[in-house]
């Protein structure tokens, strides 16, 4: 459980089936810890980021995400995301071996790309942490505020796809 659940869960589980097949397990799990979150936390939440900047752009990210996921199979859906992981990862290992925060003030265009992205990704497996974390660390929300809006957006964006996945009936009563 936790912010990480999705990467870990997506990370294990592909080493023994295709990501297409996890997500529709793990993805409506998470949905559980999301709204806690945001029941317990509804007071700090952003409202006007979250509603007016980031679920617009990043839901249709996510719906594109999965729309290419039935294109893009195998191992190199592995391959990207183990790869992403890494990325990931090692600019975090190297922002904290060089004491660097993340107080960048991106401007709207810039930060419009990393949040799409971050939808696509989340379309393709579930998780667009570290991207959205990229885009919006900038905004100036104290940590208390940016953890209650990122649990916020994770819930709606895994609502939206485990909403994809029973319409096309990834979920259903046999699994």
Not at 47 to 70: E, H, R
Request: charged letters at 10%.
């Amino acid at each position: 459980t936790g912010f990480g659940c999705i990467i870990i869960a997506v990370a294990l589980g592909a080493n023994f089936y295709p990501i297409p097949e996890i997500l529709p397990l793990v993805v409506p799990l998470n949905l559980i810890l999301s709204l806690y979150f945001v029941i317990r936390y509804f007071k700090l939440i952003d409202k006007i980021l979250i509603f007016k900047v980031i679920l617009p752009i990043m839901g249709c990210g996510t719906l594109l995400g999965y729309y290419l996921i039935q294109f893009i199979q195998g191992d190199v859906l592995r391959i990207v995301f183990g790869d992403s992981v890494i990325l990931f990862a090692g600019r975090e290992i190297f922002k904290f071996y060089r004491n660097r925060e993340n107080n960048h003030k991106m401007s709207l265009i810039p930060q419009f790309f990393w949040i799409f992205s971050s939808g696509v990704i989340h379309g393709i497996y579930g998780s667009e942490g570290p991207m959205l974390v990229y885009a919006i660390s900038g905004n100036s929300l104290n940590k208390g505020v940016f953890r209650a809006t990122l649990s916020t957006i994770w819930f709606f964006m895994n609502l939206l796809l485990t909403m994809v996945f029973v319409y096309h009936q990834q979920i259903n009563e046999d699994n």
